[in-house]
């Protein structure tokens, strides 16, 4: 290898390892580390405040709270196709997305429509205050009823 | 009258500044012509000369100028519009709402910036159709092809990322939608939603950061891109005339 050789793969090498190193820092710098976004862990408050056979939506946490005559569940209210917030039809007895068309019964089982997946169940439990507590980041793959 | 006013066009266009900044010196032969464009940072990236057929409208309906003119428009009226436009929650809403009724010309100002914006995707549409059913696509000029194509991505880019900016509701799920699209990406789809939000939710960082992609990131690649697809036409031999067989292959 001559001199000339060996200084253009110097530079060469140089030149990839500083772009690997922009690449893994700018990676960094546009993942934040600490989001200012709401707790996942939501106080849905007393069981008696939802009537017996009742599924209700509140749409700032975006989550179901149903009561059932077994216990209460909570149901993610983010429709799993592509995002929207769903609503519940009382009249129907169904879950319908405003986005798509997909609709899913009381339990989050999808009816029709584009959504490839039922919608979630939420970790859900009583605080010590006896108060109805969800966790939105932590979905369950057995379904349990909390029995008040 | 007239002839005064020549006299004095001539006067500036000979005086030392005149032509210390253009160089291409006064005269009407075909080589000050040629001269004024060559020497000109913006002109030179187009030929000095051109077929008569490639001006006439059949020959391309002006559909890339006419892209270029609401790109422009794009430009003049976004940089007005940031002028009043704080991109913040929900400041934001309040801003496009002040835009519409409160500012001066504002509402004619997001009009334009509006409407040009849905032009410029029909008409980038339309001159796409146009150069591929007239073959303007072949040899020599496939790259100038690509570079179209990525200049298509830029202008739905641009006007996806602008979509959130009135941060109503359309604007929320839209991109709530749009990025739990990116988010069916095979493995790393999760990551690319993280990344381009700046969370886990369309909230504030989305709207910086879509605020930042529209305004600065991608209009300065879109200018890039166009620059490169101006002067490729010169390169590959002037807009495409028809006859494929008589033009020349590379200048």
């Known amino acids: 290898m001559s001199r000339r050789q060996f200084f253009v793969k110097l530079g060469v090498g140089s030149v990839a390892v500083a772009a690997l190193g922009t690449a893994a820092f700018s990676y960094q710098y546009l993942s934040p580390n600490v989001l200012y976004e709401p707790s996942p862990i939501v106080d849905a408050g007393k069981p008696d405040h939802y009537t017996p056979d009742s599924v209700t939506l509140d749409p700032q946490t975006a989550i179901y709270v149903v009561r059932t005559a077994g216990g209460f569940f909570a149901l993610s209210a983010i429709c799993t196709h592509l995002g929207c917030l769903t609503a519940y039809k009382p009249d129907l007895g169904v879950i319908a997305c405003p986005c798509h068309g997909s609709k899913f019964n009381k339990d989050g089982v999808k009816i029709e429509g584009p959504a490839p997946r039922p919608l979630p169940w939420l970790r859900m439990w009583l605080s010590d205050e006896g108060d109805l507590m969800v966790d939105r980041s932590n979905a369950i793959a057995i379904k349990q009823l909390v029995r008040v | ?170 604007a929320y799920w839209a991109v709530t939608v749009g990025s739990n699209i990116a988010s069916a990406v095979p493995l790393i789809g999760a990551k690319i939603r993280f990344l381009m939000l700046g969370g886990t939710a369309v909230n504030a960082n989305a709207l910086l950061r879509f605020y930042v992609l529209h305004c600065v990131i991608l209009p300065l690649a879109a200018i890039l891109f166009l620059a490169v697809h101006f002067w490729r036409i010169r390169k590959d031999g002037g807009i495409y005339a028809g006859d494929h067989s008589s033009e020349v292959s590379n200048q």
């Open chain 2, 1 to 170: 009258m007239a002839n005064t006013l020549d006299q004095l066009i001539d006067q500036v266009r000979e005086n030392r500044i005149w032509r210390s900044i253009f160089r291409g010196g006064t005269g009407d032969s075909n080589l000050h012509k040629s001269l004024l464009v060559q020497q000109n940072v913006f002109l030179h990236l187009f030929s000095i000369k051109a077929r008569k057929r490639t001006l006439e409208f059949s020959a391309t309906w002006y559909l890339g100028a006419l892209t270029f003119g609401t790109f422009m428009i794009l430009v003049i009226t976004g940089v007005l519009l940031m002028l009043y436009y704080h991109p913040s929650v929900p400041q934001a809403y309040a801003d496009m709402k002040d835009l519409q009724y409160v500012v001066s010309s504002g509402v004619f100002l997001r009009n334009l910036h509006r409407w040009s914006a849905h032009a410029m995707v029909f008409l980038v549409f339309a001159h796409m159709f146009k150069v591929f059913y007239r073959g303007a696509y072949r040899t020599p000029r496939e790259f100038n092809w690509v570079i179209g194509v990525i200049l298509l991505l830029l202008t739905l880019l641009l006007s996806y990322t602008g979509y959130l900016l009135p941060w109503d509701q359309l």
